[in-house]
């Protein structure tokens, strides 16, 4: 079974180009978050999305970020005209649903870095 | 969500018991203590979870006071490989956001 995938592990970009990132969750998880964590600190909840659905947008901010989790395919975490400030590791974890006992497993994460 | 407060650092000797502690003196009654960790800045990897009894698993053991306004995670016989930040996060049952704070670093020494 296999756990939850991020590609890519490493991205570099210019200031002003987009970032993609992509996260697929694992088989049989509907539901998907995004976290960032920047050095030396703890990760901070970004996005919490189901299928077609964004459930809660409240860390994202409010400029330049999106995300997407369609019918088919991995979750999108999309950073237009990114910044060096936004170099940072983004991780995506997913739960089977949202209640009581669902702990989230997190993926590898994607390292990104802004020059 | 409840704050919880971790000591920044701690040395455990390889084959030793790791006692790794975390306040949340304001934590609510359905509020569940999870504890992760983190190796290398890799993804967090799930440890345990309880909300007033004690817990055990294959990873550590789950200690929660009386008043659930601490606990203790224990790793009963610690390895190089535990080496990693460890995080205590409080969470609303039935809800879905992990609120991390800086966690403890746990160095075990050989």
């Known amino acids: 079974n296999a756990g939850v995938m991020q590609n890519p592990r490493h991205l570099v970009r210019r200031r002003g180009q987009e970032a993609r990132l992509r996260c697929s969750p694992m088989?049989?998880?509907?539901?998907v978050y995004w976290y960032r964590q920047l050095p030396e600190e703890g990760l901070k909840f970004m996005v919490y999305?189901?299928?077609?659905?964004?459930?809660?947008e409240s860390g994202m901010p409010k400029e330049r970020f999106s995300a997407e989790f369609p019918k088919e395919g991995p979750s999108i975490l999309r950073i237009q005209q990114v910044v060096r400030g936004d170099s940072a590791a983004y991780f995506c974890?997913?739960?089977?649903?949202?209640?009581?006992?669902?702990?989230?497993?997190f993926g590898p994460g994607t390292r990104l870095t802004v020059t | 969500d409840a704050k919880t407060t971790q000591p920044t650092s701690m040395d455990c000797a390889e084959g030793r018991a790791a006692n790794l502690p975390c306040n949340h003196s304001?934590?609510?009654?359905?509020?569940?203590v999870y504890w992760y960790r983190q190796i290398h800045s890799q993804g967090p990897q799930y440890i345990i979870h309880?909300?007033?009894n004690n817990e055990t698993n294959e990873m550590a053991s789950l200690i929660i006071t009386e008043d659930r306004k601490s606990s203790t995670l224990i790793l009963p016989h610690a390895t190089l490989r535990d080496t990693a930040v460890y995080y205590c996060i409080v969470r609303v049952v039935g809800t879905y956001k992990y609120i991390f704070g800086t966690g403890t670093r746990l160095k075990v020494l050989a």
């Open positions: 999305l189901q299928k077609e659905n964004i459930i809660d």
């Open positions: 088989k049989g998880h509907s539901h």
């Open positions: 309880g909300l007033k």
């Open positions: 304001t934590i609510s009654g359905n509020e569940y």
């Open positions: 974890a997913s739960s089977p649903a949202v209640g009581t006992d669902y702990e989230q497993y």
